[in-house]
């Protein structure tokens, strides 16, 4: 079979259009239909989200249609060869049509159990992330996890698969391989076998040997790539310069942390860093140099697990380091500046102060980040750009009321400490939602710790301890909606005969994108062929501390699994990771 081009595609009538792209949605020819008033399409990525587009906006009944045009993994059909051509080739390149007995048995279930909860079959792109294949195991796992979900979100989830394998059957017919979404997936993989627990538990904390690992390798690759000058800093920062034909024209800064949250993924920091070296190395095989100097840092630590020094790589680079977290104990007692020397490190404070950059000599920092939220997943959208960083506040509470006997104390003469705290998290919530249509974008707020102290089943709760977190795209916003909290906390406090106490812990300044960097991220965008989405991130990023001295913005990444982060099913795709390298090089290119 010829490969199709984009060209020749724009150039059929509507029935060669849709006879080219047959296969590619299951049984299910609507799709294409639809999707050719929106030509011409100027890349594959146009032509995938179109399509996908066309599924969005379809009915229940048309997506639900679409869902059951798929065949059951290593079902009947499978077995009595009625497959098409494309799921055949799809669930034996997963091994499905090699099953033991044992695991042919368990699909057979997972098929019967998971048809009588929802009514449709379950849908997998079992050619994974990568495109590879996966595992017959990673499947079960798959199917079990994913009949926990609601049949809402499941439905959801089976559309999303149809589209991972509606993408990679577009590539296989436009003969697109990834090959630098392959590279950066690779090597977050590789990266991730340097962790401090078990095979498989992520989990890189700072001046472990794991994090010493991982600088190691990433001065290894970066050398590798082409960078001119690569340095692992004072504080384990791994610093790589691709020189520009101008040495005084101003740097442009880039990356993110390599460091992990406990049982952490494998893209949350280290995508930013792998994506701008597949972009060096690609310039420096095709002899090419900008006209400024970029430097890619992976900053050794962002997510303060081991010590409370979140943003130590980032902060040390704006003057930031704060000289008593080097006596900061972790939990065996060992302190900052002993891990550091035992890791090879001085540890002097004079090094380290040294390292802080010169704001004027930099032209701004950008940096790539998987969202670590459900959005981008939610509406089919690979990229994103971020409008800007959250403000936070963080506050600890304690509801003190009386403790007494549940059985006897009639519930109006009660002081239930609990029970305020419980109505407070409920206005937190209502509060939260009212700002969704803020011109700014929306708050959230998270009672994350509930906490009865010496509670027992029949006593009243006469003491509550909780947090809250609050965070809204503007200062502003924040601290109005810290201040309707903290008034409805006293509200209730005086209504039900409770005290409570509610102290800041933190205080994080909202970060907003800089006007001209956040236009160059939707031009790059725009460039690879995707309408411009913006949303704000809700978590902190190295951007917001190096936001203090000079102008950054961001470019968000979907992740899978309903965009799920800080855990191992954390993931991306080839495809999306190829998208990110050729938006950044883009933006390289026009900086």
């Not at 239930?416 to 969704?436: F, G, I, S």
């Not at 707020?445 to 503007?474: M, Q, S, Y």
Request: proline content about 5%; some cysteine; glycine content about 8%.
């Amino acid at each position: 079979m010829s490969t199709l081009t984009l060209h020749a595609l724009n150039a059929l009538d509507r029935a060669g259009f849709v006879a080219a792209l047959d296969g590619v949605y299951e049984h299910s020819p609507w799709i294409a239909e639809r999707a050719a008033a929106a030509r011409p399409f100027r890349t594959l990525a146009h032509l995938k989200h179109a399509l996908a587009q066309v599924v969005r906006q379809a009915s229940e009944a048309e997506q639900l249609g679409l869902i059951r045009a798929h065949p059951e993994l290593a079902g009947k059909a499978a077995v009595a060869g009625e497959l098409t051509a494309e799921s055949t080739h799809e669930q034996r390149t997963a091994g499905l049509t090699h099953c033991t007995p044992a695991e042919f048995e368990r699909l057979q279930q997972l098929n019967r159990d998971y048809n009588a909860r929802f009514g449709f079959p379950f849908i997998l792109a079992v050619r994974g992330p990568r495109g590879l294949g996966l595992s017959r195991q990673q499947i079960i796992d798959t199917f079990a996890r994913r009949l926990r979900h609601s049949p809402a979100f499941e439905r959801a989830e089976c559309l999303r698969q149809i589209h991972r394998i509606a993408e990679i059957r577009l590539n296989d017919k436009f003969g697109h391989t990834p090959t630098q979404g392959n590279q950066v997936w690779d090597w977050a993989e590789a990266l991730a076998v340097h962790t401090e627990g078990e095979p498989g538990v992520l989990t890189v904390t700072y001046m472990t040997p794991a994090h010493q690992a991982c600088a190691r390798q990433l001065q290894a690759w970066m050398q590798a790539c082409g960078f001119d000058e690569v340095n692992i800093d004072a504080v384990g920062n791994v610093v790589g310069l691709y020189h520009g034909t101008d040495p005084q024209a101003p740097r442009l800064l880039t990356g993110s942390h390599y460091d992990t949250v406990r049982n952490g993924g494998k893209y949350d920091g280290r995508l930013g860093i792998f994506v701008p070296m597949a972009c060096v190395q690609a310039l420096h095989v095709q002899g090419k140099r900008l006209p400024y100097t970029l430097e890619v840092v992976g900053f050794a630590e962002e997510e303060g697990q081991r010590y409370k020094a979140t943003f130590l790589g980032s902060g040390a680079l704006i003057g930031a380091f704060n000289p008593a977290w080097l006596d900061q104990a972790d939990a065996q007692g060992i302190t900052m500046r002993h891990a550091m020397q035992a890791a090879g490190y001085s540890a002097h404070l004079a090094n380290i102060q040294a390292l802080q950059r010169d704001a004027s000599q930099y032209r701004g920092f950008v940096e790539v980040h998987i969202e670590q939220g459900p959005v981008l997943d939610e509406i089919d959208q690979p990229l994103g750009v971020v409008s800007g960083i959250n403000g936070v506040m963080r506050l600890t509470g304690r509801a003190t009321g009386v403790s007494c006997h549940a059985g006897t104390t009639p519930m109006p003469m009660r002081h239930d400490a609990a029970a305020a705290v419980a109505e407070l998290l409920l206005y937190v919530e209502q509060r939260a939602l009212a700002d969704a249509a803020s011109p700014h974008g929306p708050s959230v707020g998270t009672v994350g710790v509930v906490h009865v102290p010496h509670g027992a089943v029949n006593v009243v709760p006469g003491l509550c301890d909780f947090t809250l977190d609050l965070r809204a795209p503007t200062n502003a916003q924040r601290d109005a909606l810290c201040a309707d909290v903290l008034a409805q906390a006293q509200a209730i406090a005086e209504r039900r005969g409770v005290q409570i106490d509610i102290e800041e812990s933190v205080r994080a300044a909202a970060a907003p994108s800089h006007p001209a960097w956040q236009a160059r991220w939707e031009a790059a965008v725009q460039h690879v062929g995707l309408p411009v989405f913006h949303l704000p991130s809700g978590a902190g990023h190295d951007a917001m501390k190096l936001h203090e001295v000079m102008p950054q913005a961001m470019l968000f990444v979907r992740g899978g699994n309903a965009g799920i982060s800080h855990n191992p099913l954390e993931t991306i795709t080839n495809d999306d990771a190829q998208l990110c390298v050729d938006a950044f090089m883009h933006l390289l290119e026009h900086a």
